[in-house]
């Protein structure tokens, strides 16, 4: 089945960045596109952006170029590098396989204020 855990949240102003890891087990993420999502207070969880195991990437609107989505098959790891941080992007975020969706992790909060 899998399990998915995601690390790296905080509380950080705004313009700073960081770093969101999902350390996967149990599978290997190597075969499969590997994707973040957030889910802000009040709303639907949604995807941020993804990552194709060619190494090409997906962004919403909202995350190109400020955030970056990276992936490490030998070490069953993908990453989200959020910087220029803004209030908006408070959320819990989450990594999943958004072709075959395992059970969600805890998920990291993230939250941006001054």
């Known amino acids: 089945q899998g399990q998915l855990v995601e690390s790296g949240g905080g509380l950080v102003q705004p313009g700073e960045s960081l770093r969101l890891d999902c350390a996967v087990s149990?599978?290997?993420?190597?075969?499969?596109?590997m994707a973040w999502y957030r889910q802000q207070p009040g709303k639907q969880r949604e995807l941020v952006a993804d990552?194709?195991?060619?190494?090409?990437?997906y962004y919403r609107d909202y995350a190109k170029g400020r955030f970056t989505i990276s992936r490490d098959n030998s070490k069953n790891t993908v990453w989200l590098e959020m910087n220029s941080l803004k209030p908006d992007d408070t959320a819990i975020y989450y990594c999943?396989?958004?072709?075959?969706?395992?059970?969600w992790g805890p998920g990291t909060q993230v939250t941006v204020s001054s």
């Open positions: 149990g599978i290997s993420i190597r075969p499969w596109t």
């Open positions: 990552i194709k195991t060619s190494g090409s990437a």
């Open positions: 999943n396989i958004p072709n075959s969706i395992r059970t």
